[in-house]
């Protein structure tokens, strides 16, 4: 026992001793402060997130006294923000600074929204208080939410000082004080969601009948918009080729509400291109899904090819947060080029088992005086094997043949002859074949050595256009993410958990990636997953190096797991998922206020020697991670005392 008295002797000493370092205090006109306090970590910061709180919920804020003396009456008027927050109550802690005394209770008034006043006065011939301690505690409610990246905030604040907010003595005197409000921060971690795609639609645009003075139109598209505020984006075209001649907007936005959309042409940007400028914004709120941003009005100035390529874009939500998203630019051209293709290209879906069988086409589009064809198409014939090859007329012409089909080596060779030249500028079929699943896997089908020739023997120009057939579904994705904890000094380890689901129907192995903000911390092989099957792994996360913060403020960094992607994969919209966050305080902060200063010393000294388990245990003073709160923990504080972030 007297070892024990010694030690705690020992650490008191030590505080007392602390308390002597020359630290940054706030300078105070009185030595009596009134004061709005969190009763939770004794700051007068009241700071939560939705993970923390949810609307509807309530919290408590103490209003304090310290250093007074000569206390006989009191009367508070506190104010905030009606639109974010509501009055519940005002009460009486068991050990306010009048427990035990007779005394008269004044109030409450909560006649003005967004405030209280509350009073006690002590009955004639009762002893005044001195010291500090609490005079009350008010019951606040969340009542404003917030969206994703958003935050609302306000002072919670005395009102009308020594009015509705006095210090009375026993000869009815105005006792002088400070006042040290609060301040309310609600806010929710921004989650990007999937990326949106802005395309040019059509793609592609060959047509040679598009000479020179001739007009098209193509449109910029967006799909998987997710609260889509405001857009922008520029399009840079051949300016030899083409010319941009209007721009209108298109209806994605203005189905949402209200718009104001602009645009610029530049026709003359550079020695080579011209530039469409665009921007649309939506007077208030957000659009979701799919639609048209912009229609562009083309002329053909000579012939040739232009790609139309998407540049700068920039989408944001109704906060100004920036959206995700990918691009497809589109092309232009009125020089005819021929196209063989594989239609459709690709096949694919869990019908497709062994035994099954499905058809594909050749197809033959803008082309003109076609006598002769040639291709090889090939495919894995442990996968897929033809069962059967037919030839159609074209335009009313039945061609002479010449197939070589090869089973075993998985491929079919194709002459085909015309009669007659042929044209056309719209896709005909040419050879169908139909094929036999042979095993689940993939198979590319593809036209190799291809030849198209005219009535003279000259070669044509043309584009080939493959297919592809999966016979299975491979589909990774990340259900789930947690941290362990929320809260971490520098160089703990943070234990992220992060759920994986094969939603294939092949067992797969593959990687999952976890991250801070964009930063990769940590890697782990997920082996074997069965179909359907779901697995919760554990990546460490060293939070070694990682900055705490700045200012004295603290970064909030959100916690996200990446899985795959497995090869022929294209589901990947749940392959990642964002869902935690973690703050990284200076070891020792126990109270969380971006510093160690003799607060936390003390509040270690408070819950000395407790454990798990314990009333008193709180396993931010726990540094060391032993599950014992001890000396050790202690002396790191005081080794990192005045540090902050």
């Given at each position: 026992?007297?070892?024990?008295?010694c030690?705690?002797?020992?650490?008191?000493?030590?505080v007392l001793v602390l308390?002597?370092?020359?630290?940054?205090?706030?300078?105070?006109?009185?030595?009596?402060?009134l004061e709005?306090?969190?009763?939770?970590?004794?700051?007068?910061l009241?700071?939560f997130?939705?993970?923390?709180?949810?609307?509807?919920?309530?919290?408590?804020?103490?209003?304090?006294?310290?250093?007074?003396?000569?206390l006989?009456g009191?009367?508070?008027?506190v104010?905030?923000?009606?639109t974010?927050?509501?009055y519940?109550?005002?009460?009486?802690p068991?050990?306010?600074?009048?427990?035990?005394?007779a005394?008269?209770?004044?109030?409450?008034?909560?006649?003005?929204p967004?405030?209280?006043?509350?009073?006690?006065?002590?009955?004639?011939?009762v002893?005044?208080?001195?010291g500090?301690?609490?005079?009350?505690q008010?019951t606040?409610?969340i009542?404003?939410g917030v969206?994703?990246?958003e935050?609302?905030e306000?002072?919670i604040?005395?009102?009308?000082i020594?009015v509705?907010?006095?210090?009375?003595n026993s000869?009815g005197?105005i006792i002088?004080?400070?006042?040290?409000?609060?301040y309310?921060?609600?806010?929710?971690?921004w989650?990007p969601?999937?990326?949106?795609?802005?395309?040019i639609n059509?793609?592609?645009?060959?047509?040679?009948?598009?000479?020179a003075g001739?007009?098209?139109?193509v449109s910029?598209?967006?799909?998987?918009?997710?609260?889509l505020h405001?857009?922008s984006a520029d399009?840079?075209?051949a300016?030899?080729?083409l010319?941009?001649?209007?721009?209108?907007?298109?209806?994605?936005l203005?189905?949402a509400?209200?718009t104001?959309?602009?645009f610029?042409?530049?026709h003359?940007?550079?020695?080579?291109h011209g530039?469409i400028?665009m921007?649309?914004?939506?007077?208030t709120?957000g659009?979701?899904?799919?639609?048209?941003?912009?229609n562009?009005?083309?002329?053909?100035l000579d012939?040739?090819e232009?790609a139309?390529?998407?540049e700068?874009?920039?989408l944001r939500?109704?906060?100004g947060?920036?959206?995700?998203?990918?691009t497809?630019?589109?092309?232009?051209?009125?020089?005819?080029?021929a196209?063989l293709s594989?239609?459709?290209?690709?096949?694919s879906?869990p019908?497709?088992?062994?035994?099954?069988?499905f058809w594909?086409?050749v197809?033959?589009?803008?082309v003109?005086?076609?006598?002769t064809?040639?291709?090889?198409?090939?495919y894995?014939?442990?996968?897929?094997?033809?069962?059967?090859?037919?030839?159609?007329p074209?335009?009313g012409?039945t061609?002479t043949?010449?197939?070589?089909?090869?089973d075993?080596?998985g491929f079919?060779w194709v002459?085909?002859t015309?009669?007659?030249p042929?044209?056309?500028y719209n896709?005909?079929?040419?050879?169908?074949?139909?094929f036999?699943?042979?095993?689940?896997?993939v198979?590319?089908?593809?036209?190799?050595?291809t030849?198209?020739?005219?009535?003279a023997?000259q070669?044509?120009?043309?584009?080939?256009?493959n297919g592809i057939?999966?016979?299975?579904?491979?589909d990774v994705?990340?259900?789930d993410?947690f941290p362990?904890?929320n809260?971490?000094?520098?160089?703990?380890?943070?234990k992220?958990?992060?759920t994986?689901?094969?939603?294939g129907?092949?067992?797969e192995?593959f990687?999952?990636?976890?991250?801070?903000?964009?930063t990769l911390c940590g890697?782990k092989t997920?082996?074997n997953?069965?179909?359907?099957?779901?697995?919760t792994?554990?990546?460490?996360w060293?939070?070694?190096?990682?900055?705490c913060?700045?200012?004295y403020v603290?970064?909030?960094y959100i916690?996200?797991?990446?899985?795959?992607?497995?090869?022929?994969e294209?589901n990947?919209?749940?392959?990642?998922?964002t869902?935690g966050?973690?703050?990284?305080?200076?070891t020792?902060d126990?109270?969380?206020?971006g510093?160690v200063d003799i607060?936390?010393?003390y509040a270690?000294?408070?819950i000395?020697?407790?454990?798990p388990?314990?009333?008193?245990?709180?396993?931010?003073?726990?540094?060391n991670?032993?599950?014992?709160?001890?000396i050790?923990?202690?002396?790191?504080?005081?080794i990192?005392?005045?540090?902050?972030c």
């Open positions: 026992m007297k070892i024990i008295n030690l705690i002797s020992t650490l008191v000493l030590t308390s002597m370092f020359p630290i940054a205090t706030r300078v105070q006109a009185y030595s009596t402060t709005i306090i969190d009763p939770v970590d004794g700051d007068h009241f700071n997130t939705t993970a923390q709180k949810s609307v509807g919920d309530t919290f408590v804020i103490n209003i304090t006294v310290n250093s007074i003396s000569d006989n009191w009367q508070i008027k104010a905030w923000n009606s974010y927050l509501q519940v109550s005002i009460t009486l068991t050990d306010h600074v009048f427990a035990g005394k005394y008269i209770v004044l109030g409450p008034d909560t006649s003005e967004g405030t209280v006043i509350y009073g006690l006065q002590l009955g004639p011939g002893a005044s208080f001195a500090s301690g609490r005079l009350a008010v606040l409610k009542i404003q969206s994703p990246g935050q609302v306000c002072d604040a005395f009102a009308n020594r509705d907010t006095v210090l009375i000869e005197l002088p004080f400070t006042t040290i409000n609060g309310y921060i609600y806010s929710a971690p989650v969601p999937p990326p949106a795609k802005l395309y059509p793609s592609r645009v060959v047509d040679p009948t598009l000479i001739s007009t098209f139109n910029l598209n967006i799909i998987n918009a997710s609260n405001s857009w399009l840079l075209y300016n030899i080729v010319n941009a001649t209007n721009v209108i907007e298109g209806n994605f203005k189905s509400g209200s104001s959309f602009s610029t042409i530049q003359d940007y550079n020695s080579t530039l400028q921007s649309c914004a939506l007077a709120g659009a979701n899904g799919n639609g048209v941003l912009a562009v009005t083309f002329q053909v012939l040739g232009s139309i390529t998407i700068n874009a920039d939500n109704p906060t947060k920036l959206l995700p998203f990918t497809a630019n589109g092309y232009f051209s009125n020089i005819l080029i196209k594989i239609e459709p290209s690709e096949v879906g019908e497709y088992l062994p035994g099954t069988t594909i086409n197809t033959l589009d803008d003109e005086n076609l006598k064809c040639i291709f090889n198409l090939t894995v014939s442990s996968v897929i094997m033809e069962i059967n090859v037919v030839v159609p074209v335009l012409q061609p043949k010449k197939l070589i089909i090869d075993e080596g079919i002459k085909l015309y009669p007659n042929i044209t056309t896709p005909v079929t040419i050879t169908k074949v139909e036999q699943v042979m095993a689940m896997g198979s590319y089908i593809n036209l190799t050595d030849a198209l020739s005219d009535a023997g070669p044509i120009a043309h584009e080939v256009y057939f999966i016979g299975l579904i491979r994705a990340v259900i993410v362990n904890i809260i971490a000094y520098e160089g703990w380890v943070v992220v958990n992060v994986v689901k094969n939603k129907n092949l067992t192995t990687d999952v990636k976890i991250y801070y903000n964009d890697t997920v082996e997953l069965a179909p359907n099957e779901e697995r792994i554990t990546i460490d060293n939070t070694t190096g990682v900055p913060g700045h200012n603290y970064y909030d916690i996200s797991a990446k899985a795959g992607p497995v090869p022929y294209f990947l919209s749940d392959n990642s998922r869902d966050h973690v703050t990284i305080r200076v020792g126990v109270d969380g206020n510093k607060l936390d010393v270690l000294v408070l000395f020697r407790s454990y388990g314990k009333p008193k245990w709180n396993p931010l003073g726990d540094l991670r032993d599950n014992m709160i001890d050790i923990d202690i002396n790191r504080a005081v990192n005392f005045n540090r902050h």
